[in-house]
């Protein structure tokens, strides 16, 4: 097969890996995080699946999750799309849902770092907790709430603000490079650090990328949308439909 696999900036070592070791003809596009903003990234995409019309491709394979309702009311023309089942990229980056619903369980307070991600946003102080600000965005949202309002009432809204953190009591870094330690790993520890959490290394694993690339696409993990079907979120297991 020759398959596009459009990949969120976030997976990209993920896709470029995956589409080096894949048995078929393999294009990868990188798709800018752009702030996690799900209707822009989702007309992006839908431009790139049209696009890619009259090329050659058998399928377009999304390295994306539902993620904020991004890939709901795709549409394939001609070429079918392939999604992986799974409510966002934290469970791309762990191999399957089955792996990420048992991390949950032993901590449902569990904050995701990845080394990809962090890499890849702009400072290194992020972190891969879906709809959260990293220190650098909560500075300078103190800062405009300070000018604006004063003082009290800055510190009163950043308290609301902030009270997700509360919520926490386990990091988790998901190295790509489980033999190396890297720049956005220490910071990564400095924040968990701080924030009194329980720190954890794992080594991510990109087995369920691999395998859109391979074209092993069974029905429990990953959606094929057939050519004029657009895709609708979920809310039973499989999580995404075509319709």
Known sequence: MKLL??????????AYGAAARSPHIVDVTIVPRNKHQPLEIRARLQGL??????????????????????????????????????????????????NHEA???????????????????QGINAALAMGQGNDEEMTKMYNDFFYKYGKAKADRMMSVMGSWLNNYKRAIFLTTDSNADSPVEADARAQASKRGWIFERLAADFSLVQRLCNGDWADEDFLVVPPGKTTQAS???DILKAE
């Not at 991004?70 to 799974?86: D, E, G, K, Q, W």
């Open 5 to 14: 696999i459009l990949s969120c900036e976030s997976l990209t070592r993920a």
């Open 235 to 237: 809310y039973e297991n």
């Open 49 to 98: 699946i049209d696009a890619a019309e009259g090329q050659g491709f058998d399928a377009v394979g999304l390295v994306y999750g539902l993620c904020g309702h991004t890939t709901a009311n795709l549409t394939a023309r001609s070429i079918p799309l392939v999604i992986p089942r799974a409510h966002d990229c934290i469970t791309l980056h762990l191999g399957s849902r089955s």
């Open 103 to 121: 991390k949950l369980k032993e901590e449902p307070g569990t904050y995701w770092y990845a080394q990809d991600y962090m890499e890849r946003v």
